[in-house]
């Protein structure tokens, strides 16, 4: 599963888009770029994946970069409930072994 | 409704006893997650199990026990081997073993005395 790396923290200003950047430069090929999400004290929550094209759903806008080294999640009205922690996880395809490798995140915060 | 459901949210333990978390899910999935998470870090994970009486070690096995002896339950005991179990444990299912959504349980945070 690839490594990601994302920036600790990230402040937007609320009604504006927020764009949460991902480094996953060591992802395979058929290796899946996941989002989740974690608002404080509970499970997390799925937002959106994708594996080469761009995808788009109720929550947020996935973009992947051509060569799949990076990917930017896009919150396009940011809200103050949107504070919360965001992961990217790179997830492989069946391998024998599902590990859903989470890092620390990008904490993001929703200003009013 | 569907979903995963762990207990206690909350437990109190002093330090040396064994505990055992619940966690339970009617979604049908094959799959089930064990996940620590200390303040202010991200998740690591303690065991896996893609079929029932099967499970894998994670990264931070050491110290705890997990059986899978129904595909709606996954348990997950905290041993006095464990040295720092004071942490929020979540438990997530998916649906098969060639992974897809995560679903989470809303996590029991244990505290040792």
């Known amino acids: 599963d690839a490594k990601t790396t994302q920036p600790p923290s990230m402040d937007c200003a609320e009604g504006r888009a927020a764009n949460l950047p991902c480094n996953h430069s060591?992802?395979?090929?058929?290796?899946?770029v996941y989002w989740y999400r974690q608002i404080h004290s509970q499970g997390p929550q799925y937002i959106i994946h994708g594996l080469k094209n761009n995808e788009t759903n109720e929550m947020a806008s996935l973009i992947i970069t051509e060569d799949r080294k990076s990917s930017t999640l896009i919150l396009p009205h940011a809200t103050l409930r949107d504070t919360a922690v965001y992961y990217c996880?790179?997830?492989?395809?069946?391998?024998?072994?599902?590990?859903?490798?989470f890092g620390t995140g990008t904490r993001l915060k929703v200003l009013a | 409704d569907g979903g995963i459901t762990q207990s206690p949210k909350y437990l109190f333990r002093k330090e040396g006893q064994n505990v055992t978390l619940s966690c339970e899910q009617n979604?049908?999935?094959?799959?089930m997650y064990w996940y620590r998470q200390d303040p202010g870090q991200g998740l690591r994970l303690i065991y896996y199990s893609q079929i029932v009486n099967d499970f894998q070690k994670g990264d931070i096995a050491e110290g705890y026990s997990v059986s899978r002896e129904k595909k709606e339950s996954f348990p997950l005991t905290v041993t006095s081997a464990q040295k720092n179990p004071t942490a929020f444990y979540l438990c997530?299912?998916?649906?098969?073993?060639?992974?897809?959504?995560?679903?989470f349980g809303e996590g029991s945070r244990l505290t040792v005395l």
């Open positions: 979604l049908n999935h094959d799959a």
């Open positions: 997530a299912s998916s649906r098969d073993r060639a992974g897809g959504e995560l679903f």
């Open positions: 060591t992802i395979s090929g058929n290796e899946y």
């Open positions: 996880i790179g997830l492989s395809p069946p391998s024998g072994t599902y590990k859903y490798i």
